[in-house]
């Protein structure tokens, strides 16, 4: 079965400090994708990033990157140089191949960049 | 290129009423979603439409709640008699034409739905 934890609930960090958000996923499937989406106090779920089981290669985008490590089932992402705009809750989600578009989100965890 | 189009955005009702949201999805988008999200949640899948069919209601409680795509563009979801429990925010996403699990959903803004 599909499950994504975000074991940080809450994380609040000082403007410019650099933040990394967990993601530790479950599946049985060989053939997986994984996403991140951030939600703004809008509501709106803004696309991030996806990356697909057989492409382990970490990217940066920016001030973000990510690093997907199969080996422990992670999904992490980081902010460098965080900023008051990031401020938001970040959701990271699994699909699996036999699942067609079945999105599995995990909680979320929420996060505050202090001025 | 236009987002995935939601209204209303707010909508407070009383327990037992009904209530129905609208969503348009990105032009060209085959696939369709509605997601629930509890205050303090991620989102939970309630509907899956592939043009106008149903891909997947397995979460849906389909006692209370209904959803129809027809002609495979907008979409309604409607919940009737509404409970205190279905007090969330209802999501609409789209994707384009395919099942493949790599495709991005879009999102739209969104329905808060506050049943008191």
């Known amino acids: 079965a599909q499950k994504v934890t975000q074991a940080q609930t809450e994380i609040s960090v000082v403007e410019k400090e650099d933040v990394t958000l967990d993601c530790v996923y479950e599946?049985?499937?060989?053939?997986?994708?994984l996403f991140w989406y951030k939600q703004p106090p809008s509501g709106e779920l803004v696309f991030l990033i996806r990356?697909?089981?057989?492409?382990?290669q970490n990217e940066i985008s920016g001030r973000y990157s990510w690093n997907f490590q199969k080996s422990t089932s992670s999904f992490n992402f980081t902010i460098t140089a965080s900023q008051v705009v990031d401020s938001a809750v970040y959701f990271c989600?699994?699909?699996?191949?036999?699942?067609?578009?079945?999105?599995?989100f995990g909680p979320g965890t929420r996060l505050s960049v202090l001025p | 290129e236009a987002g995935v189009a939601q209204s209303p955005r707010y909508k407070i009702i009383e327990k037992r009423q009904s209530v129905a949201f609208w969503c348009n999805p990105i032009?060209?988008?085959?696939?369709l979603y509605w997601y629930q999200q509890i205050l303090g949640q991620g989102p939970k899948l309630l509907i899956q439409?592939?043009?106008?069919?149903?891909?997947?209601d397995s979460q849906l409680p389909k006692d209370r709640f209904s959803a129809e795509r027809l002609k495979g563009v907008d979409s309604t979801l409607k919940i009737q008699p509404a409970k205190l429990e279905d007090s969330a925010v209802y999501l609409c996403?789209?994707?384009?034409?395919?099942?493949?699990?790599?495709?991005?959903?879009?999102f739209g803004p969104g329905t808060r739905l506050l049943v008191l």
């Open positions: 996403a789209s994707s384009r034409p395919g099942l493949a699990p790599s495709e991005t959903q879009y």
């Open positions: 599946t049985r499937d060989t053939t997986y994708y």
């Open positions: 990356r697909n089981s057989f492409d382990e």
């Open positions: 989600a699994l699909s699996e191949a036999d699942y067609g578009q079945n999105f599995v």
């Open positions: 032009s060209g988008h085959a696939t």
């Open positions: 439409f592939q043009n106008n069919g149903v891909v997947d």
